[in-house]
Nanobody, 118 residues
Framework: QVQLVESGGGSVHPGGSLRLSCSVNGRIFSIMTMAWHRQAPGKQRELVAEITTGGRTDYADSVKGRYNITRDNAKNTAYLQMDSLKPGNTAVYYC????????????WGQGNQVTVSS
């Protein structure tokens, strides 16, 4: 059973920073694309950032230059560093781990609340 454990959410003032972590149990982390999605109240869930098994990254336009996604295969953990946070970034952030083809499987973390307010 694949399990994701997230940590690192919280409350910050505008301009502040937070780092989210997502750890995956088992030995399959290295064949997973890792991503974070977020869902703000009354809005649809959206992809924020992802990193492939080869380290290629992609970001939503709204977070480019402020967010940085990385992975540490030795620790089975992905990280999302969020800088210059804005009130509009307030949302529940969910970690998503997808197995690389030909394997199948898409797993989600429990979500972490990120609140940016003055």
């Amino acid at each position: 059973q694949v399990q994701l454990v997230e940590s690192g959410g919280g409350s910050v003032h505008p301009g502040g920073s937070l780092r989210l972590s997502c750890s995956v149990n088992g030995r399959i982390f290295s064949i997973m694309t890792m991503a974070w999605h977020r869902q703000a109240p009354g809005k649809q869930r959206e992809l924020v950032a992802e990193i492939t098994t080869g380290g290629r990254t992609d970001y939503a336009d709204s977070v480019k230059g402020r967010y940085n996604i990385t992975r540490d295969n030795a620790k089975n953990t992905a990280y999302l560093q969020m800088d210059s946070l804005k009130p509009g970034n307030t949302a529940v952030y969910y970690c998503d781990a997808r197995l690389k083809p030909p394997y199948e499987g898409d797993y989600w973390g429990q979500g972490n609340q990120v609140t940016v307010s003055s």
